[in-house]
């Protein structure tokens, strides 16, 4: 069964500093996809990066990066230079497509706080 | 490119009252989520539809809750009657179509239900 796990309830950092935000993931299905998403307090479910499980290389989008270990079925989100902008939740989601229907599933999100 | 309309923004209503939800995608999207998200969860799904046919609807609590795509485009979350356990964001997504693990799913800014 899919699952992902983010073990971090909540986390602080300070402003322009760089932060990681765990997530670990299980499936057995050889083809799938990770994300990750920011929800700032109007609910908004913000798109930031997305990683395939048969990409080579870590994905990157701006201050975003995923570093994705297939073989520790990791895909932790680094945030580099921290703004205050960026105090929001954060989801980890997964995506199979073999036999099943596509849709992402969800970590318990990690709360993230800059501090000035 | 516009992105993921969902209405009303805000809702607030007794238990035992009913409640829509509309949904328009992004332009050209077949494939169209409901998600339910309990504040401090992550989103839950309760049902996808490729085009105008229901793909899940497991998770769907079938004896309040209903929905329909009817032409393929936009879509209505229906709760009757509704109970306190409903309150939670209900997100509207949409992605070009499921069966590619990369393609991203684009959320709306999501409807906020309040069951007193």
């Known amino acids: 069964a899919q699952k992902i796990t983010q073990t971090q309830p909540g986390m602080f950092v300070q402003e322009k500093e760089a932060v990681t935000l765990d997530c670990t993931y299980d499936?057995?299905?050889?083809?799938?996809?990770l994300f990750w998403y920011k929800q700032p307090s109007s609910g908004e479910m913000i798109f930031l990066i997305y990683q395939g499980s048969y990409d080579q290389q870590n994905a990157t989008e701006g201050r975003y990066s995923l570093n994705f270990q297939k073989a520790r079925k990791s895909a932790n989100l680094v945030i580099s230079a921290s703004q205050l902008g960026d105090s929001a939740m954060y989801f980890c989601a997964m995506r199979e497509v073999s036999g099943n229907t596509g849709k992402l599933i969800f970590g318990q999100g990690t709360t993230l706080q800059v501090k000035p | 490119e516009a992105g993921v309309a969902q209405s009303p923004r805000y809702k607030i209503i007794e238990k035992r009252q009913s409640v829509a939800f509309w949904c328009n995608p992004i332009s050209g999207h077949a494939t169209l989520y409901w998600y339910q998200q309990i504040l401090g969860q992550g989103p839950k799904l309760l049902i996808q539809f490729q085009n105008n046919g229901v793909v899940d609807d497991s998770q769907l609590p079938k004896d309040r809750f209903s929905a329909e795509r009817l032409k393929g485009v936009d879509s209505t979350l229906k709760i009757q009657p509704a109970k306190l356990e409903d309150s939670a964001v209900y997100l509207c997504?949409?992605?070009?179509?499921?069966?590619?693990?990369?393609?991203?799913?684009?959320f709306g800014e999501g409807s906020w239900l309040t069951v007193v």
């Open positions: 499936t057995s299905d050889p083809s799938y996809g």
């Open positions: 997504a949409s992605s070009l179509e499921w069966r590619s693990s990369g393609n991203t799913i684009y």
